[in-house]
């Protein structure tokens, strides 16, 4: 069974910090895809990456970076410089064989002026 | 280009209700998935439609379903409704269904706020 966790339920910062957001995933598959989405109040998720199984590559896009590491099983994401319009809702998920998303829970961030 | 668009936004039901949601997909987008998303649960799939015809199906019971028309626009319905339904319900689309070439990207709308009471 595929499962994700993240463990950090909320997070507050203050603006130009950084800021790691956890994603730890569990999966039988040798091949996976795993994504992170955004959710902004208006609700839509909003896409930000998608990961290989076979790309440990990490990967750096503006302020958002993120650090996937198959040993550990993990693939966090890091604002640099946080900004009020950074805050919204995170949401990790891999992807199952039948092309449906299994979701965390979401770590909902909190940027401060 | 248009978006994924989701309607009624919002709707209120009373228990034993059904209600029908809609999703009208990005132009040439062909696969549509629905999505519930709870405070207590999370988001959890619905299911996905491709081409017309269901895909793949989360673990739902049979009060929800769904169908998909020819212009890929999407419809699912909730019958008999009960409190633990209130939920946003969230409609996705992607260019094509998984396998070679797909991404997976899922490009979301905003949302159907079901309230039932």
């Known amino acids: 069974a595929q499962k994700v966790t993240q463990a950090q339920t909320e997070i507050s910062v203050v603006e130009k910090e950084d800021v790691t957001l956890d994603c730890v995933y569990e999966?039988?598959?040798?091949?996976?895809?795993l994504f992170w989405y955004k959710q902004p109040p208006s609700g839509e998720l909003v896409f930000l990456i998608r990961?290989?199984?076979?790309?440990?590559q990490n990967e750096i896009s503006g302020r958002y970076s993120w650090n996937f590491q198959k040993s550990t099983s993990s693939f966090n994401f890091t604002i640099t410089a946080s900004q009020v319009v950074d805050s919204a809702v995170y949401f990790c998920a891999l992807r199952d064989p039948g092309y449906a998303l299994n979701f965390g829970k979401g770590t909902s961030l909190l940027v401060t002026p | 280009k248009a978006g994924v668009t989701q309607t009624p936004r919002y709707l209120i039901k009373t228990r034993g209700q059904q209600v029908t949601l809609s999703c009208s997909p990005i132009?040439?987008?062909?696969?549509v998935s629905w999505y519930q998303q709870t405070p207590g649960q999370g988001l959890q799939f619905l299911f996905e439609?491709?081409?017309?015809?269901?895909?793949n199906k989360g673990n739902f019971p049979g009060r929800f379903s769904g169908r998909q028309f020819s212009n890929s626009r999407s419809e699912m319905n909730v019958s008999t409704l009960e409190l633990g339904d209130s939920a946003l319900y969230l409609c996705?689309?992607?260019?094509?269904?998984?396998?070679?070439?797909?991404?997976?990207?899922?490009?979301f709308g905003e949302g159907s706020r079901l309230t039932v009471l």
């Open positions: 996705a689309s992607s260019l094509t269904t998984g396998g070679a070439g797909n991404t997976g990207e899922l490009f």
């Open positions: 439609y491709f081409s017309e015809t269901q895909r």
């Open positions: 132009s040439g987008h062909r696969s």
């Open positions: 990961r290989n199984s076979f790309d440990e």
């Open positions: 999966t039988r598959d040798t091949t996976y895809y």
